[in-house]
Nanobody
Framework: QVQLVESGGGLVQAGESLKLSCAASEPTFISYARGWFRQAPGKVREFVAGINWSGSNTGYADSVKGRFTISRDNAKNTVYLQMNSLKPGDTAVYYC?????????????????WGQGTQVTVSS
């Protein structure tokens, strides 16, 4: 069974940093685009960041641009989300996703595999 497993969530204060990781269970995922999404209570799931299969192209939501960085290590079959200068508005469950394509997309419907999510809570 294909799995994406997130880790690294937690409770931090505003202004602090967290780094999320998402490990894939199948070697084929090193050729897939990957993304991070988040969902706050009562809100729809929203795009956070995307990265192409090689790591040469990335994209971000305007709300996190300049604060978050997505990266990947294909040798470890893992994608990361470095989150700096966290704000209470970043509080959400963060999900990693993978799509059977080389380039990332903004739309959650484009992604074929999802992790179980990890909670990020930012206190003021």
């Amino acid at each position: 069974q294909v799995q994406l497993v997130e880790s690294g969530g937690g409770l931090v204060q505003a202004g602090e940093s967290l780094k999320l990781s998402c490990a894939a269970s199948e070697p084929t995922f090193i050729s897939y685009a990957r993304g991070w999404f988040r969902q706050a209570p009562g809100k729809v799931r929203e795009f956070v960041a995307g990265i192409n299969w090689s790591g040469s192209n990335t994209g971000y939501a305007d709300s996190v641009k300049g604060r978050f960085t997505i990266s990947r290590d294909n040798a470890k079959n893992t994608v990361y989300l470095q989150m700096n200068s966290l704000k209470p508005g970043d509080t959400a469950v963060y999900y990693c996703a993978a799509q059977r394509a080389r380039g990332w997309r903004y739309e959650s419907s484009a992604y074929d595999y999802w992790g179980q999510g990890t909670q990020v809570t930012v206190s003021s």
